[in-house]
């Protein structure tokens, strides 16, 4: 739980060497040097697009402004920018499940620094723009700015939605003055709010004086002016003034208003800086839908767009898919050149911009903002047909196809497109492949996404059984006074916390009963039916399965079509890591922690499997003293195999400078008794319940549940059990080797 404008300073601050780097490996160039002389760290990788019209090159603007920038497609971008992201609540439960379950995915893929949720005219949104921002602090595990206008509210009304605000972990605070006055479609100069506050800057001191600095706070800039500040240069001079006084109330960031055309920002800075307001901007961004809503929009806002845009836009205007397409290269292009304009004016004038990062306006969406995320090189995007890298840092260098695919398509998120996007694969259809995203300027802390609640900011380890569902484990967790920091503990200690039994019926939206047939079967008759769904998951054609609440991860890419043999062979895998010897902690897939580090991990997997199986692989674990065997059934008989008394293991860990070894991920066999009751009972309220009572398919899973052993399987010689090219290692060659045997 952070103020956003100290993790922008943090970062600037962490970027800084890189910066300077950077800027001397500029002064040395010749002119039009090739990018591939750039340290491959700092440069710039992703090319331009093409504009996808007739013409070799785009029409030149014709927009007059103080600045004139183009695209450069070999300069750098500047170290270290970030970007945030922005959702308005649904207007149905439906609709917010859905959106909720959107920002969980794009937190963990994306990164972003932080997100924003709006707020609706008068307040009309209070209970779910609220809904919104508490789950995403608490269980996306993202920082939230939460949209707060002072139109129609009384200041006891404020000082009530600041203290809602406060106990659901959310800091940051956008203060605007709200929609228009009710009849009017703008604000026009001398309106004022209709509430006790009046405009921005009265809640701007408001906020302050009742909660001193605990909020940060961020004000809207309009780069094309704002309605009420009037028309001309004498309008530009009042809005500068008004921004200047909002600041030295106390916001600490701005947030611009969209806009399509790069100069128009750059021009908009420049006059700030000139007016004397140095704190950061964020430019904002909003991806072009389609081509009328476009036209609508910027008509509506006010918003310029220059000729060479429209020219873009217009031969496939009739075509929804190419003008996203189109428009996310336009986006990409506007970003590329305020960054590198950016960078290049601090290096040749020693003006800071203080532009570093973009906010996007997402309308509930994913696939635009992931594109043009994916354009300028922020995410990789790893598809089953990339190459995977090797685990030692001797031999890495995994490369990555970036493809113009995301995995869900987008709908059923109120007032978004749903005919284009979807949040859930409809009845009937799968995905199309395999695919993943891993923002490429993480600054992972740990191996899992570190909560964003300040009474957890000290946890530093945690089991590695609800990787796949870590919103479980924090809703178990909920409720301890502290947090494992250091070490696991002693769990038969009376001082350490009980995991709550509540998460039991905790479940992520599936859908209806028919999308989770569809996903899960819809009249599975044998057991080969199921051992399908859960290979298909691994494939990347079942989105989730109820253990497992996201996409694979991307490490898991390195031995996806084993662990898929592996899954139709009988050995129902839910989680798994491969082992790890010292790579870097900057590692693209398994780096964590920070600069300068090394990271280790144990081979791990965690598998449904038949008693028969469960026989097999005690037996295996046997022959392998470097190996741990724990399984459990449904009720209750354990099999344990090389354990002795205690038994914490960890499973992943991290030596940095300056700093007492890390072990994040630990094994404990009492918490995965705890963990494995959980997982037994999804196979009821997930699967289970979805069939008649009696029928065919549901005395399978019935059987399933009641016999199957849950088994967790620990490789301790990380050292040498890791295949040659990263994509095998001894545990899964071993289990393999038994699930081939066992369906012989």
């Known amino acids: 739980m952070a103020r956003i404008i100290d993790k922008i300073r943090a970062r600037r601050n962490e970027f800084k060497s890189e910066r300077e780097a950077l800027a001397a490996s500029h002064h040395q160039q010749q002119p039009n040097i090739a990018d591939d002389n750039i340290p491959s760290h700092l440069r710039n990788r992703p090319q331009r697009p093409r504009p996808q019209n007739n013409n070799e090159n785009p029409p030149t603007q014709t927009t007059k402004c103080a600045t004139d920038t183009t695209v450069n497609e070999h300069a750098a971008i500047q170290p270290g920018w970030y970007y945030s992201l922005e959702f308005f609540p649904p207007k149905t439960e439906p609709g917010l499940d859905n959106l909720l379950t959107r ?80 009849g009017k479609r703008a604000w026009r100069e001398g309106d004022v709010s209709g509430g006790e506050c009046s405009r921005a800057i009265d809640l701007v001191k408001l906020i302050r004086k009742l909660h001193g600095d605990y909020f940060g706070i961020g004000v809207a800039g309009h780069p094309e002016g704002h309605p009420s500040s009037g028309k001309g240069e004498d309008g530009k001079i009042v809005e500068m003034q008004h921004l200047k006084e909002k600041l030295d109330a106390g916001a600490e960031f701005i947030i611009t208003q969209f806009f399509y055309d790069a100069n128009v920002f ?80 601090e290096e040749d004038t020693g003006e800071d911009m203080h532009v570093d990062g973009f906010h996007f306006y997402t309308l509930n969406l994913e696939r635009s903002t992931t594109r043009i995320l994916a354009n300028l090189g922020a995410i990789d995007v790893l598809s089953d047909s990339g190459s995977a890298g090797s685990l030692r840092e001797k031999r890495h260098g995994n490369k990555k196809k970036v493809v113009d695919f995301v995995p869900e398509c987008e709908h059923g998120v109120d007032g978004a497109n749903d005919k284009q996007d979807c949040n859930e694969i409809p009845a009937g259809r799968e995905r199309q492949g395999s695919i993943s995203e891993r923002a490429r300027s993480t600054r992972r802390v740990f191996p899992w996404k570190p909560s964003a609640m300040e009474n957890r900011s000290r946890e530093d380890v945690r089991p590695i059984n609800w990787s796949n569902r870590p919103k479980s484990y924090v809703m178990r967790t909920d409720d301890w006074d502290e947090y494992p920091n250091g070490r696991w503990g002693d769990s038969t200690s009376p001082a350490f916390g009980e995991l709550s ?69 009988g050995l129902l895998t839910v989680n798994s890591q491969p082992p790890v010897d010292g790579v870097s902690s900057n590692h693209p897939v398994f780096g964590w922690g920070g600069k300068g580090g090394r990271v280790y991990q144990k081979a791990y997997v965690e598998c449904f499997v038949s008693p028969d199986k469960a026989n097999r692989l005690t037996r295996m674990v046997t022959n392998h003293p470097n190996m741990n065997l724990y399984a459990v059934n449904y009720a209750g008989q354990e099999l344990r195999v090389g354990v002795e008394s205690g038994g914490v293991t960890a499973l992943t860990w991290g030596v940095f400078p300056n700093r007492e070894i890390l072990q994040p991920t630990i094994f404990d066999p009492d918490t995965f008794l705890v963990w494995a009751e959980e997982a037994f009972s999804l196979w009821t309220t997930m699967w289970l319940n979805l069939y008649d009572f009696e029928s065919d398919s549901y005395e399978l899973i019935e059987k399933i549940r009641d016999t199957y052993y849950l088994v967790a399987i620990i490789d301790n010689d990380f050292f040498t059990s890791g295949g040659k090219d990263g994509s095998s290692f001894g545990l899964l060659d071993s289990l393999l080797q038994v699930g081939k045997e066992s369906a012989s």
């Not at 750059?266 to 009328?292: E, F, N, T, W």
């Not at 996203?324 to 590329?336: P, S, Y």
């Not at 079967?521 to 079942?542: I, L, S």
Request: hydrophobic share 40%; net charge neutral; with cysteine.
């Open 266 to 345: 750059l021009d908009y800075v420049k006059r700030c800086r000139k007016a004397g307001i140095d704190c950061p901007i964020i430019p904002g961004i909003m991806p072009i839908q389609s081509y009328s809503s476009m036209l609508k929009m910027t008509q509506f806002c006010g918003i310029s767009v220059p000729p060479s845009v429209i020219e873009r836009l217009q031969t496939v205007r009739h075509d929804d898919e190419a003008v996203k397409k189109i428009g996310c290269e336009i986006a990409a292009e506007m970003c590329r050149t305020v960054l590198t304009y950016s960078l290049s004016r």
């Open 103 to 182: 920002i969980d995915r794009m937190s963990r893929r994306l990164d972003p620094l932080f997100i924003s949720v709006t707020w609706g005219a008068n307040g009309s949104t209070l209970s779910r723009t609220l809904a919104v921002a508490s789950h995403a602090q608490r269980f996306a595990c993202v920082d939230v700015l939460l949209h707060l206008s002072c139109t129609g509210l009384t200041r006891e009304q404020i000082s009530q939605v600041l203290g809602m605000a406060k106990s659901s972990g959310v800091r940051n605070i956008l203060a605007l003055r709200g929609d228009p006055p009710q």
């Open 501 to 569: 039994e509540l998460s039991h019926f905790y479940s992520f939206t599936l859908g209806c009963d028919d999308d989770r047939r569809a996903m899960l079967g819809n009249c599975p008759v044998a057991e080969t039916d199921v051992y399908e769904v859960f290979a298909r998951y691994v494939e990347g054609t079942v989105p989730h399965i109820p253990w497992c609440e996201t996409p694979l991860q991307p490490e898991s890419f390195l031995v996806q079509p084993q662990l898929a043999r592996l899954n139709r062979y």
